[in-house]
T-cell receptor
Framework: DGGITQSPKYLFRKEGQNVTLSCEQNLNHDAMYWYRQDPGQGLRLIYYSQIVNDFQKGDIAEGYSVSREKKESFPLTVTSAQKNPTAFYLC????????????FGNGTRLTVT | KQEVTQIPAALSVPEGENLVLNCSFTDSAIYNLQWFRQDPGKGLTSLLLIQSSQREQTSGRLNASLDKSSGRSTLYIAASQPGDSATYLCAVLTQGGSEKLVFGKGTKLTVNP
């Protein structure tokens, strides 16, 4: 079945450690996105990529980094510079052409203590 | 800057009732508007996508309308069922720039048996 896989579902880290969240899609989508969701705040865009080896900052990129070495993969690293990393992280993808709906993974809940 | 508002934040209805969820946006220069469903602890599922040139889209018991000039969209759910209980989010893709989706904070729907 085609879809977006995020792993792990739950992740726990100590403050000061970097952590990488995985996102893989087999939908042959061009664009991939990372969102952060906090209670009462809605979804906020962290980074997005429309093509391999290229990506752009979203609204809240500080303290995060990404790479897009393969079309299928768009990992997100939450660095120790991110002041409030505990959140629910959602990866999404879409085609670029036309009006293509966004497809989401099931998310990773990161808790940093 | 595009802003998307969803009112009410929460809605509780008895099973079988027809209901309407509202979404408003401040910048009418949009490519499309999407409605999503999110179950607790899960990612978002795309329900309907309305292109800027369209007035409505239908899928089963769901009907979404778009009035671009007034900056409004509604999601109509007919004959609601307990399985419709979820958070419903709308998002708009705005023209003239980064072409990023801007999300509302959602309406949490509870359908009581």
């Amino acid at each position: 079945d085609g879809g977006i896989t995020q792993s792990p579902k739950y992740l726990f880290r100590k403050e000061g450690q970097n952590v990488t969240l995985s996102c893989e899609q087999n939908l042959n989508h061009d664009a991939m996105y990372w969102y952060r969701q906090d209670p009462g705040q809605g979804l906020r865009l962290i980074y997005y990529s429309q093509i391999v080896n290229d990506f752009q900052k979203g609204d809240i990129a500080e303290g995060y980094s990404v790479s897009r070495e393969k079309k299928e993969s768009f990992p997100l690293t939450v660095t120790s510079a991110q002041k409030n990393p505990t959140a629910f992280y959602l990866c999404a993808s879409s085609f670029l052409v036309g009006n293509s709906p966004l497809h989401f993974g099931n998310g990773t809940r990161l808790t940093v203590t | 800057k595009q802003e998307v508002t969803q009112i009410p934040a929460a809605l509780s209805v008895p099973e079988g009732e027809n209901l309407v969820l509202n979404c408003s946006f401040t910048d009418s220069a949009i490519y499309n508007l999407q409605w999503f469903r999110q179950d607790p602890g899960k990612g978002l599922t795309s329900l309907l996508l309305i292109q800027s040139s369209q007035r409505e889209q239908t899928s089963g018991r769901l009907n979404a309308s778009l009035d671009k000039s007034s900056g409004r969209s509604t999601l109509y759910i007919a004959a609601s069922q307990p399985g419709d209980s979820a958070t419903y989010l709308c998002a708009v893709l705005t023209q003239g720039g980064s072409e990023k989706l801007v999300f509302g904070k959602g309406t949490k729907l509870t359908v009581n048996p």
